[in-house]
């Protein structure tokens, strides 16, 4: 099976800004749903949780959540299938329907942590960006130096 994404670069500097809310729910659906309407308009600020906490509800379930940022230097991209592919092993091709450079990031009653898998997931670019830089000779010599230095000192 193989995915073709159907844009260019073009389309991502002109590509549709999306208002997107990540949510911990699966909804079986696939239509229009008005969310400024019957979900924006219901977001409150919430103090009570932490700075720049929100509060709503989803089916009567509360939630609390926060707006993200997408890591610099990543966009963020919307992506449709064209068609509903008739097996696992059929093609697919997906096309950009819009951008998005933040999203509102919800879970169920509990404050958004670190310890979600979602957070953990996006601190993986960082992580990812921090492993892949060079490192010169000399800032890998001044770092063994530090450890030998440390490990005498905890020795002592």
């Given at each position: ?29 696939d239509?229009e749903?008005n ?24 089916r ?15 966009k ?8 509903k592919p ?5 093609d ?16 169920y ?35 063994i ?12």
């Amino acid at each position: 099976m193989s995915i073709t994404l159907d844009f260019n670069g073009k389309n991502l500097a002109k590509g549709k800004s999306l208002h997107l809310h990540y949510l911990p729910a699966k909804i079986s659906g696939d239509g229009e749903a008005n969310v400024e309407t019957y979900f924006n308009n219901y977001t409150r600020e919430a103090p009570e949780y932490g700075s720049g906490m929100l509060n709503n509800a989803l089916r009567g379930y509360p939630l609390v959540g926060e707006r993200m940022k997408v890591p610099e230097g990543y966009k963020g991209l919307v992506l449709q299938e064209t068609e509903k592919p008739l097996s696992e092993s059929t093609d697919r091709q997906l096309r950009l329907t819009g951008v998005f450079d933040e999203f509102t990031y919800w879970n169920y009653d509990k404050v958004p942590s670190n310890g979600d898998p979602f957070r953990q997931a996006m601190l993986m670019a960082d992580v990812a960006k921090a492993l892949s830089e060079p490192i010169s000779e000399q800032d890998l010599e001044a770092e063994i130096r530090r450890n030998l230095e440390s490990k005498k000192e905890n020795d002592s």
